[in-house]
């Protein structure tokens, strides 16, 4: 098992695996990146290719038709997509958190029937979480799934919902019994095909630019019984807050991607941009810059390791995943107004990449859970493993 250039044991079908990655990255991302983004238009050549990989599988169990990667090999595909656009993760990550609620939680049946088009990327979607009135609080969700006979009936609004345009199905939570004390007791997680008749809107965003994101309109909406995830009512919250674990290690990692972009690019114009007779490299408020930025993309790294790996050996990594997605998310936002700081005017234009990195790094101290609800979920876990 020879280490890659970070120095991290891999197998061989991993280095396989990430040498197809790099090429695809080069080939079919790189050299349009940039376009795209400025553009704002969805990638779908790259979001085809990746289907075409494979990746629209990639944790997804062989048993039905994924490469059943581990955590640790999909967060090193991650961060080397994000290291160039952030947003070409956005067309798988949100897809496979709500396969994995299906996998872990859904009937044999379920599973049968929705892992392998899912895998595929027959089956394209995301998670409906959030509404207008609540991210964090998930408990305040309003949107209703009412039982009407051999069906359930959707009504309500979500909120910036990744992948409601372009992909054709959502893992909605939704409450089946609006009365139940505690909240949570009382929502379900359903999975509503487009077909179903959902209107969508997309929303302007700052950066992750190219991936849609939308608000989308539940009114009176049917869908069979069988599409509640699992066989009880009521278990919606926990089963899609455990999907988060994975997406909470998955944001950590598109943190590395980013920070270590910001990086390389400001270490290549350091060497290359000349004041007072010599490369800016040389001047000791640069290197410190510099020294400071690579530190935070190996202990970003590190962390994102350690959760992948907990999450492997099917550990609680609650805490793990929160430390590695506060940090690496943060690490992103400083390393690209560093970046950008070293660019000069440059940074501020639109000709380099770093304004990009700029814009798209602070969305990762939101998704999967804000910042400020990881380091809640840090101290809770604290009190808890230290027995209190
Ligand atoms: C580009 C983009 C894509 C997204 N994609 C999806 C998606 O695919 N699916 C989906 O469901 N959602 C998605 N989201 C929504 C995202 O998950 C939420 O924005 C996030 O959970 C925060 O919720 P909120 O925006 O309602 O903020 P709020 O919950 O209103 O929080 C506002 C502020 O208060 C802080 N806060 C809240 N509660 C506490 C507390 N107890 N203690 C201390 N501080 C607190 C928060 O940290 C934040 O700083 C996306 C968002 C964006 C911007």
Known sequence: MPPDAAGHDMT???RLILDSVDKFI?????PHAHRLEAEDAYPQAIADKLAEMGMMGATIGQDYGGLGLSATTY????????????????IFNSHLIAAAAVERFGTEEQKQTWL???????????????EPDCGTDLQGVRTTARKDGNEYVLNGNKMWITNCLQGNFLAVLAKTDPETDPPHKGMSLILIEKDAGYRTSKLEKLGYKGIDTGEVVFEDIRVPRMNLIGPDEGRGLQQILS?????RINIAARGVGVARACLDDALAYALERKTFGKPIAQHQAIQLKLADMATRVEAARLLVENAARAYDTGERCDMEAGMAKLFASEAAIENSLEAMRIHGAYGYSKEYNVERYFRDAPLLAIGEGTNELQRIIIARQLAERAGG
């Open 26 to 30: 080069a080939q079919d991302v790189r």
């Open 75 to 90: 967060t090193r595909i991650i961060e080397r997509v994000s290291a160039c656009w952030m947003s070409v993760s956005g």
């Open 243 to 247: 999907g988060l674990e994975l997406g």
């Open 116 to 130: 392998p088009k899912m895998a595929a990327g027959e089956m394209r979607g995301g998670i409906a979480l959030t």
């Open 12 to 14: 061989e079908e991993e």
